[in-house]
Nanobody, 120 residues
């Protein structure tokens, strides 16, 4: 059993910053990729940023230069630093881990989602 718990969402004015965090606990042997996704009202969920086990990162064009994803392998956590926020960044943000259990199985896990609202 694995759980992902997110924190750090909230309300911020345009141009401001927020930092999201996500921590995994449970039957974890190793964590491969970590990612953040978001879903705005009436829109499909979209991939925001990913980071591999070796630290390679990738970002959606809409957040490049503003968002930074980072991970702490010792703590099984991933953060998303969001700067220069825009109203169009408003969405529910979800963390997503690809985890290998001690039994060798690999599965995708998702956080519960955290609301980010950017006011204009």
């Amino acid at each position: 059993q694995v759980q992902l718990v997110e924190s750090g969402g909230g309300l911020v004015q345009a141009g401001g910053s927020l930092r999201l965090s996500c921590a995994a606990s449970g039957n974890i042997f190793s964590i491969y990729a970590m990612a953040w996704h978001r879903q705005a009202p009436g829109k499909q969920r979209e991939l925001v940023a990913t980071i591999t086990s070796t630290g390679s990162t990738n970002y959606a064009d809409s957040v490049k230069g503003r968002f930074t994803i980072s991970r702490d392998n010792a703590k099984n956590t991933v953060d998303l630093q969001m700067n220069s926020l825009k109203p169009e960044d408003t969405a529910v943000y979800y963390c997503n881990f690809l985890i290998r259990s001690s039994r060798g199985s690999v599965a995708d896990y998702w956080g519960q989602g955290t609301q980010v609202t950017v006011s204009s």
